[in-house]
């Protein structure tokens, strides 16, 4: 497993990104693997549409930043990308979660 930590200011752009083609259409299967609760009920709701709405995601990642708005927090918002194989030990990723 090979993982790269990434580091920036913005929730709502970096959820953008992440839900999205990503920059050489790798995010095929975009969704929440941990959270504090059940993954699935943080999950960004669909519009009708079929886009994302990340307003409610946005707001709850936000809170935190909130707490220590003012610190000297550069880059308070991180990202940790990971790349494994389809099945690691007891880890398994299945598509369609």
């Not at 999205?20 to 943080?42: C, I, K, M, Q, S």
């Not at 809170?63 to 030990?89: E, K």
């Amino acid at each position: 497993m090979i993982g790269k930590v990434l580091r920036g200011r913005n929730v709502r752009r970096l959820l953008y990104y992440l839900y999205g083609p990503g920059r050489a259409n790798e995010h095929t299967d975009p969704h929440l693997v941990a959270g504090f609760g059940d993954p699935a009920e943080l999950e960004p709701e669909r519009r009708p549409d079929g886009s994302r709405d990340f307003r409610r995601l946005t707001g709850l990642l936000e809170q935190p930043l909130a707490a220590v708005a003012g610190a000297s927090y550069d880059r308070p918002v991180w990202h940790c990308a990971i790349r494994a194989a389809r099945r690691i030990g007891c880890f398994q990723m299945r598509s369609g979660l």
